[in-house]
Each structure stands twice: as C-alpha cells, then as structure tokens.
C-alpha cells in the first residue's frame, strides 16, 4: 500500500496505480506503476478485478486490479508515494477510498469483483455501488 503524496487521492492510504499508456496494457501498466510510485518488481499479478468509477458530470474510469504476493526489489519513498506494509487484518479503512471498504475483503477472500460506483464531481462522496463478485 501506498500514502499518497500528491494527485487525486493525495493524502490516503491506497496503491500504487495510474492511468494505461498508449500501447501499454493493464498488466504492464500495473507492473510499472508499482515500480515507479514504490521501486518494486512484482512477480506474476494475477487479476482480480474490474473497477468503474463514474461521476455526476459523467466522466468515467476504469480501473483493473491486480493481486501479486512476489516482487523485486526494496521499497523506497517516490515523488508521489511513501510505501506502507499493513497486515490483511489491520488495514487502515479510515484512511482509504471509501469505495474500498466494499471491493478489497472480496478480492482478499479471493473473489474476482466486478464493480460500479459512483462518486460527486469532487470525489468526495459516493453516490451508488454495485459489486458482483465470484
């Protein structure tokens, strides 16, 4: 896990992750991330998910989740995140998305999840979910 240190979210406990590049799929998008916001390599992610976010004046976001239990490498402090290593049950919800609360026991359980949610034009509050899971 990550604080962020800047950008969308800046302050909150969440992951590494950002925007696909051109040419670029999920998977490398979120192997790369990681190594840039934490200066780690992980090993085989294996996706658990699909996340739509939406907002009022209709933009919308797609975010794959990844899961990788391996990597290489020391994490270290970036110009856009300070890793965290939290145990799977003490994890700072207080502090995350509160969209978060919702997806991430699922995915721990080792559910794959397939949600929606929708948020203000602010991000600062969430208007709707859905989630289906299997």
């Known amino acids: 896990m990550i604080k962020k ?11 590494p992750g950002g925007k696909v590049e051109e040419n670029e799929t999920p998977l490398e998008c ?3 991330e990681a190594e840039e916001e934490v200066g780690i390599k992980i090993i085989n ?9 939406k907002q009022i004046n209709g933009n919308v976001q797609v975010m794959h989740v990844y899961l990788a239990t391996e990597f290489i490498g020391l994490s270290k402090e970036s110009d856009e995140a300070i890793p965290i290593w939290v145990s799977r049950n003490d994890l700072p919800f207080k502090n995350m998305w509160i969209d978060d609360r919702i997806w991430l026991p699922l995915v721990l359980e080792g559910k794959y999840v397939n949600c929606v949610f929708e948020f203000t034009d602010d991000w600062k509050f969430m208007i709707s979910s859905l989630c289906e899971f299997t």
Do not use: N
Request: hydrophobic letters at 45%; proline letters at 4%; a positive charge.
């Open 30 to 32: 979120a192997i790369r």
């Open 45 to 53: 992610p294996k996706k658990v998910g699909v996340i739509t976010f």
């Open 5 to 15: 240190k800047r950008g969308l979210g800046e302050g909150l406990i969440t992951f």
